[in-house]
T-cell receptor, first 115, second 114 residues
Framework: AQKVTQAQTEISVVEKEDVTLDCVYE???????LFWYKQPPSGELVFLIR??????QNEISGRYSWNFQKSTSSFNFTITASQVVDSAVYFC????????????FGKGTTLSVSS | DVKVTQSSRYLVKRTGEKVFLECVQD?????MFWYRQDPGLGLRLIYF???????EKGDIPEGYSVSREKKERFSLILESASTNQTSMYLC?????????????FGPGTRLTVL
């Protein structure tokens, strides 16, 4: 069975704090893709990153970084020096490697950044 | 700028009504998806389509049907709306590929069934 677990339902931080959002996945596929999406209060999901199962290099994009570890089946997301604009719901997702199928989403983590 | 649009941001319907939710994408994507989002449950896949006139059931298809007559348009139909279908509905599209391509999402339709 395939599954994505985001154990943190809600996180509250103060601006400039660093915060890590956890994502643990389960799959029997050897080839798969992991994604992170951001859903701001406006409601529209915004794609942040895609990582394939053969690429365990960490990625950094500005204040965002991602740590992919196959050994622990985790794909964690860190925001450095958080800002109020980072307040959103963040979803981790796993691809289903079957023809024409969609993503399996975690239940999301609501991040609140206060000034 | 790529875009997925949904016909309504907010919709209020009565139990038993037939409801149509429309989604249009301008990216010439083959794949289109309908999800519903509920608090504490994340996004759950209702139906998807990987070509015109093709459709596949997702995880929670009961009570829903879909139509894809044109490549750019994917409609979700609630044949007889019920209160447990009150939810946020999200449409998405992507290029073809075995689950590897990012999905582009519309702004969502918040449906309330009274």
């Amino acid at each position: 069975a395939q599954k994505v677990t985001q154990a943190q339902t809600e996180i509250s931080v103060v601006e400039k704090e660093d915060v890590t959002l956890d994502c643990v996945y389960e799959t029997r596929d050897t080839t798969y893709y992991l994604f992170w999406y951001k859903q701001p209060p406006s409601g529209e999901l915004v794609f942040l990153i895609r990582r394939n199962s053969f690429d365990e290099q960490n990625e950094i994009s500005g204040r965002y970084s991602w740590n992919f570890q196959k050994s622990t089946s985790s794909f964690n997301f860190t925001i450095t020096a958080s800002q109020v604009v980072d307040s959103a719901v963040y979803f981790c997702a796993l691809s289903r490697i079957q023809a024409g199928t969609a993503l399996i989403f975690g239940k999301g983590t609501t991040l609140s950044v206060s000034s | 700028d790529v875009k997925v649009t949904q016909s309504s941001r907010y919709l209020v319907k009565r139990t038993g009504e037939k409801v149509f939710l429309e989604c249009v994408q301008d990216m010439d994507h083959e794949n289109m998806f309908w999800y519903r989002q509920d608090p504490g449950l994340g996004l759950r896949l209702i139906y998807f389509s990987y070509d015109v006139k093709m459709k596949e059931k997702g995880d929670i298809p009961e009570g829903y049907s879909v139509s894809r007559e044109k490549k750019e348009r994917f409609s979700l139909i609630l044949e007889s709306a019920s209160t447990n279908q009150t939810s946020m509905y999200l449409c998405a599209s992507s290029l073809p590929g075995l689950g590897v391509n990012e999905q582009f999402f519309g702004p969502g339709t918040r449906l309330t069934v009274l």
